[in-house]
């Protein structure tokens, strides 16, 4: 790590975090600036390699291609996905976005004047995976005419940005969906804009693009892939850092959270195509565990882990809590924590000698309020297989939800030796 960091465009880094981070939403999104601290603490610079297994929607690799270090994304579920690309292509003409983006609107337009009132719906299994009422009859009706016309209109090397900004307008325009801990109905909307937010949105990333264009050269590639098989992606010994924020081991399904978007865009049809992206994310909910799961061998003989499932059984006893899900408290938290073991021992052929990693990971207490120090016991298998832990770090805490208790995030930092 011997060259300094090469200057940034000013423009680049002018782009406020709320700009590109703001294409797509994510809950909880990782935070842009902590990104850029280990960017820095790291040495990264030009002749590095960052990746982001994990990568979500991409907050660390558009940070890293703002500062001109080239990255690696991995996400299996769709839209994140979709997200991911769009917000590290930079290369995308503004002007020609825009063109298309009216001609698109355009054809929508004129397509809903020419429908009359028989309303375009969902095929019924794809129907059948939403949230009752997720969106009114209505706006789901000018959201498909509208797909269709970007569909249409709009040229492939441009499509992944109009449909981002489709996504956008779904959920925070058009549909009657909210957000907490977990995704909800808010109040319903009989009627809700559609053309008029997404061009809105479609002109917000061309003005983002203006500024960012500099950058556009910086290398970001993101794969669709099983991250607990990251090495069936990535080249040997060609990754020279990780900033990575997986998934706390809770109840928050994060295919629910991106459904709506996933079924109006085409991702998911069927429950068959719902199941299959469950199948490659690590197993951080009881809604994603299925009966050939043995991920849990790789814990096996782990005490803590062992004593942490033994607990929450005991609890749910003690509880009388017999619900499917309840049951399956002490196994998904095995699944978990031995998913993190595959990933980082499946990792370690990609990584260079000397390799800095962290992994920003919270406490959770869902399970029948068992406290899982989730960084703690991530370090703890880290270093099991093969890496140096150089600390953990606390990174902010919160509230939890039912006990109330103080819940640690944190940052657990590795090396990895070669």
């Not at 709320?18 to 294409?23: G, Q, S």
């Not at 579920?77 to 609107?105: F, G, I, M, Y």
């Not at 900033?243 to 079924?263: A, F, G, H, Q």
Request: proline share 6%; with cysteine; glycine share 6%.
């Amino acid at each position: 790590m011997a060259t300094a960091l090469s200057s940034p465009s000013i423009n680049a880094l002018q782009v406020e975090d709320r700009a590109v981070h703001d294409w797509y939403r994510f809950v909880l999104s990782f935070p842009p600036h902590l990104v850029r601290e280990y960017v820095t603490r790291f040495g990264l610079t030009a002749e590095h390699t960052l990746l982001d297994p994990f990568c979500g929607t991409g907050t660390t690799l558009v940070e890293a291609k703002k500062l001109g270090v080239p990255s690696v994304g991995i996400e299996f579920n769709p839209v994140p996905h979709l997200a991911s690309q769009a917000k590290t292509d930079w290369s995308v003409d503004p002007d020609e976005l825009l063109a298309v983006a009216d001609a698109a609107a355009g054809l929508a337009r004129q397509r809903l004047e020419d429908s009359g009132i028989a309303l375009r719906e969902l095929p019924p299994a794809a129907a059948d995976l939403l949230l009752r009422d997720s969106i009114s009859p209505l706006p789901l009706h000018k959201a498909l005419v509208l797909r269709d016309a970007i569909a249409e209109t709009v040229p492939e090397r441009l499509r992944a940005h109009a449909l981002v900004a489709l996504a956008r307008t779904l959920v925070w325009s058009s549909s009657n969906l909210k957000f907490g801990p977990e995704v909800g109905l808010g109040r319903i909307k009989s009627d809700a804009p559609v053309i008029a937010p997404w061009l809105a949105a479609v002109r917000e990333m061309a003005a983002d693009l203006r500024a960012l264009q500099p950058r556009a050269d910086v290398l970001a590639t993101v794969h669709r892939a099983d991250a607990r098989d990251a090495s069936t992606v990535l080249a040997p010994g060609s990754i020279d850092a990780v900033i990575t924020s997986p998934p706390y081991p809770n109840e928050k399904d994060y295919t629910r959270t991106t459904r709506l978007e996933s079924v109006v865009l085409g991702f998911l049809e069927t429950k068959a195509d719902m199941r299959a992206v469950r199948r490659c994310l690590v197993r951080s909910n009881t809604r994603g565990v299925f009966a050939a799961d043995d991920d849990d061998l790789h814990v096996a003989e782990n005490p803590r882990i062992q004593a942490l499932s033994v607990e929450m059984e005991r609890r749910r006893v003690e509880m009388g809590k017999t619900s499917g899900f309840e049951r399956l408290y002490g196994r998904v938290t095995r699944l978990y924590f031995g998913g993190m073991v595959r990933h980082l021992t499946n990792l370690q052929p990609a990584l260079r000698p000397g390799a800095r990693l962290m992994f920003v990971v919270g406490d959770q207490a869902s399970y029948l309020r068992t406290m899982i120090r989730t960084g703690e016991i991530l370090a703890d298998l880290a270093g099991s297989v093969g890496y140096q832990v150089e600390g953990i770090e606390l990174f902010r805490t919160r509230l939890a939800t039912m006990s109330r208790d103080q819940l640690r995030e944190e940052v657990v930092s590795l090396r990895w030796r070669g």
